[in-house]
């Protein structure tokens, strides 16, 4: 059984961080492209960030640059995505996929099932 697992999503202030993580089961990371995702409600799904096994090369999308940060631990198995200085407009489901291309391009076999993230005040 493939699995990713999202968690850390939570309600957070505008200005707050939150530390999400994406656990993998069945497969290792270590050779997958690992992709962060976000869907808000009535809005299209928008890729968020992305780091390759092969060179560490990341990927930020220009709204979340400079405030984001995705990074590996290969002994645990898992990425994070360390999102600091939260807007209202982050306000989103987030999901974590793995590309077995090793290309932030994917394709994305793999797809967690989602972790809320909400900042409001």
């Known amino acids: 059984q493939v699995q990713l697992v999202e968690s850390g999503g939570d309600l957070v202030q505008p200005g707050g961080s939150l530390r999400l993580s994406c656990a993998a089961s069945?497969?290792?990371?270590?050779?997958?492209?690992i992709g962060w995702f976000r869907q808000a409600p009535g809005k299209e799904r928008e890729g968020v960030s992305c780091?390759?096994?092969?060179?560490?090369?990341?990927y930020y999308a220009d709204s979340v640059k400079g405030r984001f940060t995705i990074s590996r631990d290969n002994a645990k198995n898992t990425v994070s995505l360390q999102m600091n200085s939260l807007k209202p407009e982050d306000t989103a489901v987030y999901y974590c996929?793995?590309?077995?291309?090793?290309?932030?391009?994917?394709?994305?076999?793999?797809w967690g099932q989602g972790t809320q993230v909400t900042v409001s005040s």
């Open positions: 069945g497969f290792t990371l270590d050779y997958y492209a």
């Open positions: 996929a793995a590309a077995p291309s090793d290309r932030c391009r994917g394709p994305y076999d793999y």
């Open positions: 780091i390759s096994s092969s060179d560490g090369s990341t």
